[in-house]
């Protein structure tokens, strides 16, 4: 429904438009249900033309489906005294079957076969392990010892000092040997390397002893002496 005054939709039932305020006629709203009822109708009609028409292409569908073959019907033959005698019907011929005939019934006598000659086989061949090779030695290496050598001697190897001589010295030389210490007779010991010369060895007595100890490689101590003397 529209306002007759300013054309815009009117919302069903009111009073008045709400774009103008014009009052809404009277007649305006009995057209709106006329139009309804006829919407309606015009509903109604067109759901019942379309069941028809589905049911006439039913029928014609119907209509056009090939008629299946009818068994056929012994003709009816009249005899002399008027009353009808049905004949016989044809028999109709059997289908035919899958069961075999006289002739398959006898099993087939299949020709003898003979049996494949098979090769003889090798026997397995047997794993024989391979030798055992033992290992090789290991070299051991023994420890490098070096060659023991120790040279204990007075001044120019003279062991006997003259009167008129009132001082000498010693000398040593040593190889492979460690802890070496220089002794007098009496006296303490005293470290010294492994060659050297003590001096100013005087002495008043007819003679003097003097030791040098050293240390072996296997840790053995041992001593050499020197004895000097007075003419």
Do not use: H, K
């Not at 306002?3 to 709203?29: D, M, W």
């Not at 087939?108 to 030798?131: G, I, Q, R, Y």
């Not at 010294?192 to 296997?218: A, H, K, N, T, W």
């Amino acid at each position: 429904m529209t306002c007759t005054r300013c054309g815009r939709p009117v919302a069903e039932g009111a009073l008045f438009c709400s774009g103008c305020g014009a009052p809404v006629a009277a007649g305006s709203q009995a057209t709106t249900v006329v139009t309804r009822r006829s919407n309606r109708t015009a509903w109604l009609a067109g759901a019942l033309a379309a069941a028809v028409v589905g049911v006439a292409v039913a029928f014609w569908a119907s209509r056009r489906a090939p008629v299946q073959d009818l068994p056929a019907v012994p003709p009816v033959v009249t005899d002399a005294l008027g009353a009808a005698t049905a004949q016989p019907a044809t028999a109709l011929p059997a289908p035919p079957t899958d069961e075999p005939g006289p002739a398959a019934t006898e099993p087939a006598t299949a020709a003898p076969t003979e049996a494949p000659t098979l090769a003889p086989t090798a026997p397995p061949a047997t794993l024989v392990p391979p030798p055992t090779v033992p290992p090789a030695p290991t070299a051991t290496t023994e420890p490098t010892v070096s060659p023991v050598s120790v040279e204990f001697y007075p001044e120019n190897g003279q062991f006997v000092i003259p009167d008129d001589q009132l001082c000498t010295a010693l000398n040593w030389r040593t190889t492979g040997v460690t802890d070496l210490f220089l002794q007098r007779e009496g006296g303490e010991r005293t470290a010294v390397g492994p060659s050297g010369r003590q001096g100013d060895i005087c002495f008043s007595d007819d003679e003097m002893i003097f030791f040098l100890y050293y240390r072996l490689p296997d840790g053995r101590e041992e001593s050499r002496s020197v004895r000097l003397e007075r003419e």
